[in-house]
């Protein structure tokens, strides 16, 4: 069974920088998983935020976070991390990863519905 635990959320100003990590376990091989980022605040739909292939050669991003956020992973140390800069408060959301298995160079959409497995969440605030 896949498990993955995020972490790494806190609190920040406008403008500011964050790194989410998400740590994955109970796969046989890694490299079979895309990885993604969600985020969800109350009353809302969740949204898709980054994807990673898991080869880690192809990405993808929402619009709303192309240039500031960047995705990238480390199979040897079993993490996926989303690094987060330019902060707004409008990122405010509690943030989730989750993955499924699919061919190692694919990016699945940024849809829930494309993900079997998620992690807790981690809460992140930008504000003053």
């Known amino acids: 069974q896949l498990q993955l635990v995020e972490s790494g959320g806190g609190l920040v100003q406008p403008g500011g920088s964050l790194r989410l990590s998400c740590a994955i376990s109970g796969f046989t091989t890694l490299d079979s998983y895309a990885i993604g980022w969600f985020r969800q605040v109350p009353g809302k739909e969740r949204e898709g935020v980054s994807c990673i292939s898991g080869s880690g050669s192809r990405t993808s991003y929402a619009d709303s976070v192309k240039g500031r956020f960047a995705i990238s992973r480390d199979n040897a140390k079993n993490t996926v991390y989303l690094q987060m800069n330019s902060l707004k408060p409008e990122d405010t959301a509690v943030y989730y990863c989750?993955?499924?298995?699919?061919?190692?160079?694919?990016?699945?959409?940024?849809?829930?519905?494309?993900?079997?497995?998620w992690g807790q969440g981690t809460q992140v605030t930008v504000s003053s």
């Open positions: 989750a993955s499924n298995s699919y061919y190692t160079d694919y990016v699945p959409g940024l849809f829930a519905a494309n993900f079997g497995y």
